[in-house]
């Protein structure tokens, strides 16, 4: 387990403001936070390269907030990956295993064992000049979990790469925490802590401003910064099942067709309050989702209204105020919610 | 497609043109007022060729000696800040830009038998003026600056997450500096050893005035114009140049990225 205890910091123009946070043995933790807003230097902090001015770090309530880096046992991988470049991949795998205290097993054989579990195993005699950015993160990744660290820290692991290795990258990472790994993991992106992240710390200014579960923190942002940073209307938990080849997410009373790709049958769903097209009766469209609900409330907005309806399901539409008009909405009213299919996102847990 | 060059592209290529003429046409010069068999009889005299040795042999010594401490020196410069650091970086230029014989003469109180050093030296048995430990001196106190300002540059290119990144994965402080910053940096290290040796090699004020005997290179053909002329000092300068640029040629292609490490 590890403990941040009201960690400052003071740099020239930013500081930490007693950042404080738990991290429960066998947690996927996500601090969120905007660039700038000090994630990366919590986990310096953490990994020891930065120390505090005041506050406490434990880990498995051992002090560590002025232990030397490197009797820490902490794994820490780069936004850049930073392996080294001047080494073939085992060179960088076996560099981690040179600087445990007493290396347990034969270095060459521990090296190709996490390779293997990595699927770099190919790439062990290549240096990091011939490897592309999916591959240098699995190396990077590798290398730091060679030494077994008892928490390991990713800053935004996900940053630099395409959608298609995200998604890969996404699933190794699942895997790694499934397999027991403690993990800390910074990201701007929300996308990444739904679909990721078991607890999630939205970090604002050098201050942490909301902590909980995944569900807990976008479901009910505490803050209008975190609900602005989220950006997320329409957030459900949801159970996937497959009827008449069709894949059904139900939440509530509620069943939303979608289309996935994914395996898990727990997660959540987001759909665009953009996506949501409202109609006074229902209509024939090419959309499969249709939901007769009542208008609770219409709050204008920069780019129109966001009118919310419960349809069994709070949905909440962006409509221009135009159309808002032109259709008569008033709280209240009984309108139909129309969406597609694709429109539906889904993340598994 | 070919472009028609411009009038300044002919102005650059004109000036670029007198600077290389510059420098070419007195060493072309030189070349051809020396014959084969000129330069062949020079270089079979035994004085000519111990001072070549000479000034190889103590070059090398001083820049390898003094790389130890400037290596480890130029690592502080680029990676850490401190109090007066400006001032550092401007002393470490001085020997650049003050007179050599200034120097020299700095250095010889420096080096003299009622210096510290100096009696340090006599303890041992050693006396800096006329020897070439001196004379290896006074080249390094010229050329240091090359050796550290070029490795200054190197470490300051190695991105400083990678060093970090092996503190993280367990390594010591020295073990970063040896496995991670010292070798990325080698390259401009390497450079900058060449430099320092090359500027050694031809240093002629600072030199003559620790120690005129044993002659190096650069004092014997100034020597040889003194007592003889021109005509008995140019081929020793020929031979000194062709020596001097051989090793060059040797140096740099030893530190040219082979193809296997470039990928």
Redesign the interface.
Same mark, same amino acid.
């Given at each position: 387990m590890l403990s941040l205890c009201a960690i400052s910091k003071k740099f020239p123009g930013f500081e930490l403001k007693e950042v404080s946070f738990t991290v429960e043995d066998g947690d996927y933790f996500i601090l969120l936070g905007e660039s700038g807003a000090g994630k990366s230097m919590v986990l310096e902090t953490i990994a020891g390269l930065v120390l505090p001015d005041s506050g406490s770090i434990l880990l498995d309530g051992r002090e560590i907030t002025r232990e030397k880096i490197q009797r820490r046992g902490i794994g820490l991988v780069f936004q850049d990956h930073a392996v080294f470049p001047h080494m073939t991949v085992r060179g960088n795998l076996q560099y981690a295993l040179k600087a445990l205290p007493r290396v347990q097993e034969n270095t060459a054989e521990a090296a190709e064992k996490m390779a293997e579990r990595l699927s770099i195993i190919s790439l062990l005699e290549r240096k990091p000049a011939t490897l592309s950015g999916g591959e240098l993160q699995r190396v990077a990744l590798a290398r730091t979990l060679i030494q077994k660290p008892g928490i390991l820290l990713l800053d935004e692991p996900l940053a630099s790469v395409d959608h298609q290795l995200k998604s890969e990258l996404r699933a190794l990472l699942r895997q790694i925490h499934k397999e027991g790994q403690t993990i800390l993991h910074v990201t701007h992106d929300f996308e990444e802590a739904i679909s990721l992240g078991s607890r999630v710390a939205v970090i604002n200014n050098g201050m942490i401003v909301q902590e909980g579960t995944t569900h807990e923190v976008f479901e009910h942002p505490r803050s209008n910064f975190v609900a602005g940073f989220a950006g997320i209307k329409n957030f459900f938990r949801v159970t996937l099942s497959v009827k008449n080849g069709k894949t059904k997410a139900r939440t509530g009373p509620v069943e939303i067709e979608l289309i996935t790709e994914e395996n898990e049958t727990e997660g959540f769903i987001i759909i665009r309050a953009e996506d949501l097209v409202l109609s006074r009766e229902p209509v024939d469209t090419s959309m499969v989702n249709h939901f007769q609900g009542t208008i609770q409330r219409i709050v204008p907005s920069r780019s129109g209204c966001e009118v919310t309806l419960d349809a069994g399901i709070l949905f909440t539409a962006l409509v221009t105020s135009t159309s808002a008009d032109q259709l008569g909405l008033r709280e209240g009213n009984s309108v139909w919610v129309h969406f597609k299919a694709t429109a539906v996102k889904y993340f598994c847990l | 497609m070919r472009t028609k060059a411009s009038p300044s592209d002919l102005f650059f290529t004109l000036t670029g043109a007198l600077v290389l003429l510059f420098i070419i046409a007195p060493l072309l010069g030189m070349f051809l007022k020396t014959t084969p068999s000129t330069l062949f009889e020079t270089a079979s005299e035994t004085e000519v060729r111990q001072s070549i040795w000479l000034t190889i042999w103590t070059s090398l010594a001083a820049t390898l000696f003094f790389s130890v401490t400037a290596i480890p020196f130029a690592y502080l410069l680029a990676r850490k800040n401190f109090p007066f650091k400006g001032l550092v970086t401007g002393i470490i230029d001085l020997p650049v830009v003050i007179p050599h014989s200034a120097a020299g003469i700095a250095l010889l109180g420096f080096v003299s038998r009622d210096s510290v050093l100096g009696q340090m030296g006599s303890a041992i048995g050693l006396n800096f003026i006329g020897h070439p430990a001196g004379i290896a001196i006074a080249m390094a106190f010229v050329s240091i600056p090359y050796l550290i300002n070029t490795a200054r540059d190197g470490f300051a290119g190695v !991105?400083e /997450? @990678?060093e970090? *990144? *092996? @503190?993280? =994965?367990? *390594? +010591?402080p020295g /073990?970063v500096f040896f496995?991670?910053s010292l !070798? =990325?940096a080698w390259r401009n290290i390497l450079s900058g050893l060449i430099l320092m040796f090359a500027r050694g090699m031809s240093e002629f004020g600072a030199v003559v005035i620790i120690a005129y005997h044993p002659m190096i290179t650069p004092v014997l053909i100034y020597e040889r114009f003194g007592a003889f002329g021109l005509k008995y000092a140019r081929p020793v300068s020929v031979l000194f140049i062709l020596i001097s640029l051989a090793l060059f040629i040797l140096f740099r292609w030893m530190a040219k990225p082979k193809s296997n490490e470039k +990928?």
């Amino acid at each position: 387990m590890l403990s941040l205890c009201a960690i400052s910091k003071k740099f020239p123009g930013f500081e930490l403001k007693e950042v404080s946070f738990t991290v429960e043995d066998g947690d996927y933790f996500i601090l969120l936070g905007e660039s700038g807003a000090g994630k990366s230097m919590v986990l310096e902090t953490i990994a020891g390269l930065v120390l505090p001015d005041s506050g406490s770090i434990l880990l498995d309530g051992r002090e560590i907030t002025r232990e030397k880096i490197q009797r820490r046992g902490i794994g820490l991988v780069f936004q850049d990956h930073a392996v080294f470049p001047h080494m073939t991949v085992r060179g960088n795998l076996q560099y981690a295993l040179k600087a445990l205290p007493r290396v347990q097993e034969n270095t060459a054989e521990a090296a190709e064992k996490m390779a293997e579990r990595l699927s770099i195993i190919s790439l062990l005699e290549r240096k990091p000049a011939t490897l592309s950015g999916g591959e240098l993160q699995r190396v990077a990744l590798a290398r730091t979990l060679i030494q077994k660290p008892g928490i390991l820290l990713l800053d935004e692991p996900l940053a630099s790469v395409d959608h298609q290795l995200k998604s890969e990258l996404r699933a190794l990472l699942r895997q790694i925490h499934k397999e027991g790994q403690t993990i800390l993991h910074v990201t701007h992106d929300f996308e990444e802590a739904i679909s990721l992240g078991s607890r999630v710390a939205v970090i604002n200014n050098g201050m942490i401003v909301q902590e909980g579960t995944t569900h807990e923190v976008f479901e009910h942002p505490r803050s209008n910064f975190v609900a602005g940073f989220a950006g997320i209307k329409n957030f459900f938990r949801v159970t996937l099942s497959v009827k008449n080849g069709k894949t059904k997410a139900r939440t509530g009373p509620v069943e939303i067709e979608l289309i996935t790709e994914e395996n898990e049958t727990e997660g959540f769903i987001i759909i665009r309050a953009e996506d949501l097209v409202l109609s006074r009766e229902p209509v024939d469209t090419s959309m499969v989702n249709h939901f007769q609900g009542t208008i609770q409330r219409i709050v204008p907005s920069r780019s129109g209204c966001e009118v919310t309806l419960d349809a069994g399901i709070l949905f909440t539409a962006l409509v221009t105020s135009t159309s808002a008009d032109q259709l008569g909405l008033r709280e209240g009213n009984s309108v139909w919610v129309h969406f597609k299919a694709t429109a539906v996102k889904y993340f598994c847990l | 497609m070919r472009t028609k060059a411009s009038p300044s592209d002919l102005f650059f290529t004109l000036t670029g043109a007198l600077v290389l003429l510059f420098i070419i046409a007195p060493l072309l010069g030189m070349f051809l007022k020396t014959t084969p068999s000129t330069l062949f009889e020079t270089a079979s005299e035994t004085e000519v060729r111990q001072s070549i040795w000479l000034t190889i042999w103590t070059s090398l010594a001083a820049t390898l000696f003094f790389s130890v401490t400037a290596i480890p020196f130029a690592y502080l410069l680029a990676r850490k800040n401190f109090p007066f650091k400006g001032l550092v970086t401007g002393i470490i230029d001085l020997p650049v830009v003050i007179p050599h014989s200034a120097a020299g003469i700095a250095l010889l109180g420096f080096v003299s038998r009622d210096s510290v050093l100096g009696q340090m030296g006599s303890a041992i048995g050693l006396n800096f003026i006329g020897h070439p430990a001196g004379i290896a001196i006074a080249m390094a106190f010229v050329s240091i600056p090359y050796l550290i300002n070029t490795a200054r540059d190197g470490f300051a290119g190695v !991105p400083e /997450r @990678l060093e970090k *990144a *092996a @503190l993280t =994965l367990g *390594a +010591s402080p020295g /073990r970063v500096f040896f496995t991670i910053s010292l !070798p =990325l940096a080698w390259r401009n290290i390497l450079s900058g050893l060449i430099l320092m040796f090359a500027r050694g090699m031809s240093e002629f004020g600072a030199v003559v005035i620790i120690a005129y005997h044993p002659m190096i290179t650069p004092v014997l053909i100034y020597e040889r114009f003194g007592a003889f002329g021109l005509k008995y000092a140019r081929p020793v300068s020929v031979l000194f140049i062709l020596i001097s640029l051989a090793l060059f040629i040797l140096f740099r292609w030893m530190a040219k990225p082979k193809s296997n490490e470039k +990928s």
